[in-house]
């Protein structure tokens, strides 16, 4: 595309290295992700997260900015976490919360661009894209 | 990390060019990606759709296997979509159902990989990473 927007950011955050006991606790999780999405100056709208058996958790804040997710393999002492934001928010105070937070000693993260031309496509499948019109 | 593992694969889909008004509706948006789930062979646990004001909407499906999201622009007749598995499920099927339920007339997608040691990252600033112990 020739005109290029940003719409949204978007942090791929992982988390090595986290206590177990921390990756398998519910109300743990859910306050720190709600707790992340305050320290960069979002309002949370909602909150689900789900307990897996026997381990693991998968949890979602809805922001008004958009979304903080998570999914955790205890097993692993691993944490996926997605911060997807539309607004001026501080995403680096969100990702620093969820380090302290989950105890992580390790982390790694990705910063995306979402919006009109800026994802460069790795594919499945070609057949997947309709052609251009 | 010297031993990389793949825990769960997350496609970044951007849909372009989708009819305004199917992307400003609520009911359509929650459908689409509950059958998107299911067309992947997923399994729906919750989902939450909510409406922003006067545009846009947001909205997650949690599903047994991690979950769906999706961001919509419809001034600018986009919409961000994010699909996070951590199961044998069949990922394409869902960016195909998405694609044709949206009427998307383009589309673009990065496939990540995530898990230990997958994650390139580029960073915001060094200060919120910890040192390696």
């Not at 942090?11 to 177990?20: G, S």
Request: charged share 25%.
């Amino acid at each position: 595309m020739k005109n290029a927007k940003e719409l949204g950011r978007h942090i791929i955050l992982e988390l090595y290295d986290c206590p177990e006991a921390a990756l398998n606790n519910i109300p743990r999780l859910e306050d720190s992700l709600r707790r992340a999405a305050e320290a960069m100056g979002a309002s949370v709208v909602s909150s689900s997260f789900h307990q897996f058996s026997p381990y693991g958790a998968s949890g979602v804040v809805i922001i008004q900015e958009s979304h903080l997710t998570i999914h955790t393999w205890p097993e692993y002492r691993y944490a996926a976490v997605d911060i997807f934001t539309c607004g001026e928010i501080d995403m680096e105070q969100g990702v620093q919360y969820l380090v302290k937070a989950l105890e992580a000693k390790r982390s790694d993260w990705q910063l995306l661009k979402r919006g009109l031309g800026l994802v460069r496509p790795t594919g499945i499948s070609p057949s997947v894209r309709p052609k251009p019109y």
